[in-house]
T-cell receptor, first 110, second 115 residues
């Protein structure tokens, strides 16, 4: 079957670093996406990994290990506006069909 | 560049009534997706279009749900009749193509409440 696991909730402090983990078991793999979703808004694209390693984009970085079925999203210098749900999604087939995790709700506290 | 547009943003109906949602994708995007998102969950694909052709509708409950994308641009998703369990957010997304690395861009969604 297809399974994607993320922690349900996390709390972190403004200015700190937080790592959100995602593990997946899918029948195929053609890349992993991270999306940010503020309450009541559309998911917005953060990052895409298809090869092993770290992709850095400003304050956000994403890591992938295909052999371990594991990814993480690293957020540095946390700001209050980073409070949102972070969705891990795997492209499990030849076409762009995404399978989403349930999302991790991050609360950034002062 | 305008993003994915959806309307209405909110809809409240009584059970057994019909409802329709509209989506206008990003200009030039050939692939269009409709997702269902329940509270506290990730989006789940209902149907995917390549231009005007529905190429993956395996998760669409066809007894009450229908969708169309007649000219390969705008799309509508309809529920008839609506049930209480259909209360959710209906998200539309688009991408340039269905290639494995193509980013999907989401609209703000239609929040449906069935009473």
């Amino acid at each position: 079957g297809q399974n994607i696991d993320q922690p349900t909730e996390m709390t972190a402090t403004e200015g700190a670093i937080v790592q959100i983990n995602c593990t997946y078991q899918t029948s195929g793999f053609n890349g992993l996406f991270w999306y940010q979703q503020h309450a009541g808004e559309a998911p917005t694209f953060l990052s895409y990994n298809v090869l092993d390693g770290l992709e850095e984009k400003g304050r956000f970085s994403s890591f992938l290990s295909r052999s371990k079925g594991y990814s993480y999203l690293l957020l540095k210098e946390l700001q209050m506006k980073d409070s949102a749900s972070y969705l891990c999604a795997v492209n499990g087939g030849a076409t762009n069909k995404l399978i989403f995790g349930t999302g991790t709700l991050l609360a950034v506290q002062p | 560049e305008a993003g994915v547009v959806q309307s209405p943003r909110y809809k409240i109906i009584e059970k057994k009534q019909p409802v329709a949602f509209w989506c206008n994708p990003i200009s030039g995007h050939n692939t269009l997706y409709w997702y269902l998102q329940n509270l506290g969950q990730g989006p789940e694909l209902l149907i995917r279009y390549e231009n005007e052709e529905a190429v993956d509708d395996s998760q669409l409950p066809k007894d009450r749900f229908s969708a169309e994308r007649l000219k390969g641009v705008d799309s509508t998703l309809k529920i008839q009749p609506a049930e209480l369990g259909d209360s959710a957010v209906y998200l539309c997304a688009s991408s340039r193509s269905s290639g494995s690395g193509e980013t999907q861009y989401f609209g703000p969604g239609t929040r449906l409440l069935v009473l």
